[in-house]
């Protein structure tokens, strides 16, 4: 069996486990919970008073930083990705890396002829897709609601560039997130140690925003991307690490399976 066809047999093998899971819907009608939040910031943003009469705000209550328009709403869906793509992320990759130790079936994954770094290329690929699918939905609702709300300054130009930006802060999230999380819940063998370092990461990611620290801590370089870190830019030291990151999530799975801890 050539490198292609191991592969390929891994990830047909990998899809076909994701197409008999009820866990893809379930992600995607979480990821469909921003769009309706969105929303209806919108709206209270659009009239306060008439969001306090219908007790959708509190009377003393207000909302600070959104804005009824394209720019707010787009800039809304950067920071779901760059904050709340670190548990969804981790959520898939420990499903995917996680549930073979968890159901049982890693000892009849590991008996199978073909080569283990093809089974976690695979399983990282499956990630990958599955995670831009869920953004291209969360995407495609969040101009659902601009368009339903007949939101102003909805140029083209304006919208290249906040799902540009938004698709950035992706690209850094599926840099950082699912191969550590992927070695993390190969050697855990389950589901509570990536989703447990995964909450630490978010935690650290915060704090060291907070502090002024964003670029220096991997999680936070997304964040960095969507403008969520005032007077902080996105350079290529902050790239270089969130591309670093990857190489040693990704070597540190690879060499996991690959030793004989993973048969054990």
């Known amino acids: 069996m050539t490198a292609f066809d191991a592969v390929r047999a891994a990830w047909?093998?990998?899809i076909l486990k994701v197409r008999r899971s009820r866990v893809p819907a379930m992600t995607a009608l979480a990821t469909a919970a921003p769009a309706a939040i969105a929303a209806l910031f919108m709206l209270i943003a659009a009239d306060p008073d008439r969001a306090h009469r219908l007790g959708l705000?509190?009377?003393?209550?207000?909302?600070?930083?959104?804005?009824?328009d394209w720019p707010g709403l787009l800039s809304f869906l950067a920071q779901v990705v760059a904050v709340g793509d670190l548990l969804l992320l981790a959520f898939i990759a420990t499903w995917v890396f996680g549930r073979e130790a968890q159901d049982?079936?890693?000892?009849?994954l590991l008996a199978l002829p073909v080569?283990?770094?093809?089974?976690?290329?695979?399983?990282?690929a499956v990630v990958t897709l599955w995670s831009?699918?869920?953004?291209?939905?969360?995407?495609?609702l969040?101009?659902?609601?601009?368009?339903?709300?007949?939101?102003?300054?909805?140029?083209t130009g304006m919208l290249v560039d906040g799902l540009g930006t938004a698709g950035l802060a992706l690209a850094l999230m599926l840099a950082?997130?699912?191969?550590?999380?992927a070695a993390v819940a190969s050697a855990g063998r389950g589901y509570l140690p990536p989703l447990a370092a995964a909450l630490g990461a978010l935690a650290v990611s915060q704090v060291a925003a907070a502090l002024g620290f964003a670029v220096a801590v991997p999680w936070s370089v997304p964040a960095v991307a969507a403008g969520l870190a005032p007077g902080v830019a996105l350079g290529p030291g902050a790239v270089l690490l969130a591309a670093a990151t990857a190489a040693a999530g990704v070597a540190a799975t690879v060499t996991w399976w690959r030793s004989g801890r993973a048969g054990a």
């Open 12 to 14: 047909f093998a990998e």
């Open 57 to 68: 705000l509190g009377a003393k209550s207000s909302l600070t930083g959104v804005t009824a």
């Open 104 to 108: 049982g079936t890693l000892r009849y």
């Open 115 to 124: 080569s283990r770094w093809a089974v976690v290329t695979a399983k990282l």
């Open 132 to 140: 831009i699918a869920l953004h291209l939905w969360l995407a495609g």
């Open 142 to 155: 969040f101009c659902l609601v601009g368009v339903a709300l007949t939101l102003p300054g909805g140029t």
């Open 176 to 181: 950082v997130v699912p191969g550590p999380v």
